[in-house]
């Protein structure tokens, strides 16, 4: 069983940048592919980014490559999301995911791919 919780949403302006975390318990946290999804009103989950359990894998979502970074410190059992040059279509709810298989080489962008869930954090970007 693994328990996430995410942090460090808010409101912010366009431009601006913010740095998501997501907490992990359990033993086996250094062994799971990561990721990161966000939910807009009225939208779907999309994806957002991901990580592999050793950090040496990552992918993004084409809408935030090259302004975001996923990265991940095992010893903490903690994933970050660092979110530069936002935009008001940021906006949603940021949640993040750990996939039950471990050591998993590959990244995956399939909310079906994943089997634990934060309960999400708001983050608002004001135009």
């Known amino acids: 069983q693994v328990q996430l919780v995410e942090s460090g949403g808010g409101l912010v302006q366009a431009g601006d940048s913010l740095r998501l975390s997501c907490a992990a318990s359990g033993r086996t946290f250094s062994s799971r592919t990561m990721g990161w999804f966000r939910q807009a009103p009225g939208k779907e989950r999309e994806f957002v980014a991901a990580i592999n359990w050793s950090g040496g894998n990552t992918g993004y979502a084409n809408s935030v490559k090259g302004r975001f970074t996923i990265s991940r410190d095992n010893a903490k059992n903690t994933m970050y999301l660092q979110m530069n040059s936002l935009k008001p279509e940021d906006t949603a709810v940021y949640y993040c995911?750990?996939?039950?298989?471990?050591?998993?080489?590959?990244?995956?962008?399939?909310?079906?791919?994943?089997?634990?869930w934060g309960q999400g954090t708001q983050v608002t970007v004001s135009s």
């Open positions: 995911a750990a996939r039950e298989a471990q050591y998993d080489y590959t990244t995956r962008s399939r909310t079906y791919d994943y089997d634990y």
